[in-house]
Nanobody, 121 residues
Framework: QVQLVESGGGLVQPGGSLRLSCAAS????????MGWYRQAPGKERELVAA???????NYADSVKGRFTISRDNAKNTVYLQINSLKPEDTAVYYC???????????????WGQGTQVTVSS
């Protein structure tokens, strides 16, 4: 069993910052790509940022220059630093990771439960 647990969401004013964390635990042999998605009310879930095991990153155009994804492989944790928050960033943010549970298994995607980010004055 693998678990992803997000933390760090909350209510913040426009222009503010937050740091989201997502820790993977359980039967983990190896973690490949990790990423953050978000889903606003009435909208589809969208990729915000992703990072490979080697540290290569990619971002949605709407967050480039404001969001930074990073990871600590020793802690099986991925972070999302969010700066210059806008009301349109309001959403539930979900962590995703591709995890292999042993040497012989394929990498399978797992999701966290989500953390709410609300940007409002």
């Amino acid at each position: 069993q693998v678990q992803l647990v997000e933390s760090g969401g909350g209510l913040v004013q426009p222009g503010g910052s937050l740091r989201l964390s997502c820790a993977a635990s359980g039967s983990i042999f190896s973690i490949n790509a990790m990423g953050w998605y978000r889903q606003a009310p009435g909208k589809e879930r969208e990729l915000v940022a992703a990072i490979t095991s080697g540290g290569s990153t990619n971002y949605a155009d709407s967050v480039k220059g404001r969001f930074t994804i990073s990871r600590d492989n020793a802690k099986n944790t991925v972070y999302l630093q969010i700066n210059s928050l806008k009301p349109e960033d309001t959403a539930v943010y979900y962590c995703n990771a591709y995890i292999a549970v042993n040497y012989y298994s394929d990498y399978e995607g797992s999701w966290g439960q989500g953390t709410q980010v609300t940007v409002s004055s």
